[in-house]
Nanobody, 124 residues
Framework: QVQLVESGGGLVQAGDSLRLSCAAS????????MGWFRQAPGKEREFVAR????????GYADSVKGRFTISRDSGKNTVYLQMNSLKPDDTAVYYC?????????????????WGQGTQVTVSS
């Protein structure tokens, strides 16, 4: 079992930065690939970024590429999402995710555990 707790969300203005954190419980954190998803009001949950268990592979949605950076600290059982140049369209609840497999595409990536989410609101 892996429990995920997100933090770091808040209300910011367009162009600002935020760093989300996801603290994972359990000694097997280092075996999981980790990711971030988001869900805006009235929209489906969408993939944002992911990182392999080793940290050697990362992937991003086109909408955040060049602005967001995912990283992990296995010593602290934590994964981060650094978000720069935020836009109002980035407003959403952001969810941390843990997966045992790193699928070839984001659309069929099977998630084993989800966090409860943290709200990010970007004002114009």
């Amino acid at each position: 079992q892996v429990q995920l707790v997100e933090s770091g969300g808040g209300l910011v203005q367009a162009g600002d930065s935020l760093r989300l954190s996801c603290a994972a419980s359990g000694r097997t954190f280092s075996r999981y690939h980790m990711g971030w998803f988001r869900q805006a009001p009235g929209k489906e949950r969408e993939f944002v970024a992911r990182i392999s268990w080793s940290g050697g592979r990362t992937g991003y949605a086109d909408s955040v590429k060049g602005r967001f950076t995912i990283s992990r600290d296995s010593g602290k059982n934590t994964v981060y999402l650094q978000m720069n140049s935020l836009k109002p369209d980035d407003t959403a609840v952001y969810y941390c995710a843990a997966a045992q497999e790193y699928s070839s595409t984001y659309s069929n990536w099977k998630i084993n555990y989800w966090g409860q989410g943290t709200q990010v609101t970007v004002s114009s």
